[in-house]
Nanobody, 123 residues
Framework: QVQLVESGGGLVQAGGSPRLSCAASGRTFSSYAMGWFRQAPGKEREFVAAISGSGGSTYYADSVKGRITISRNNAKNAVYLQMTSLKPEDTAVYYC????????????????WGQGTQVTVSS
């Protein structure tokens, strides 16, 4: 079992570069691929990025490619989402999630979820 807790969200100006963090519990963190999703009001949960258990492979949604970087530190049981050049349309609740396979772009492929962290981008 993996428990996930996101942090780092908040109110950001357009063009800003916040970094989201996700702290994981459990001694098998490196055996899980990790993903970030986001959900805006009235919209479906959307895949953002994923990273393999070792951290050696990453996968991004086309909508964020070039602006967002996913990384992980297995020694700290943490995964990160570095965002740059934020736009108002990036406003959403951002979730981290754990999966046993990589890459998974559907939320159905993730067994464990954090509670989410709100990112609001002001224009």
């Amino acid at each position: 079992q993996v428990q996930l807790v996101e942090s780092g969200g908040g109110l950001v100006q357009a063009g800003g570069s916040p970094r989201l963090s996700c702290a994981a519990s459990g001694r098998t963190f490196s055996s899980y691929a990790m993903g970030w999703f986001r959900q805006a009001p009235g919209k479906e949960r959307e895949f953002v990025a994923a990273i393999s258990g070792s951290g050696g492979s990453t996968y991004y949604a086309d909508s964020v490619k070039g602006r967002i970087t996913i990384s992980r530190n297995n020694a700290k049981n943490a995964v990160y989402l570095q965002m740059t050049s934020l736009k108002p349309e990036d406003t959403a609740v951002y979730y981290c999630a754990a999966s046993t396979t990589f890459p998974r772009t559907s939320y159905r492929g993730y067994a464990y979820w954090g509670q989410g962290t709100q990112v609001t981008v002001s224009s």
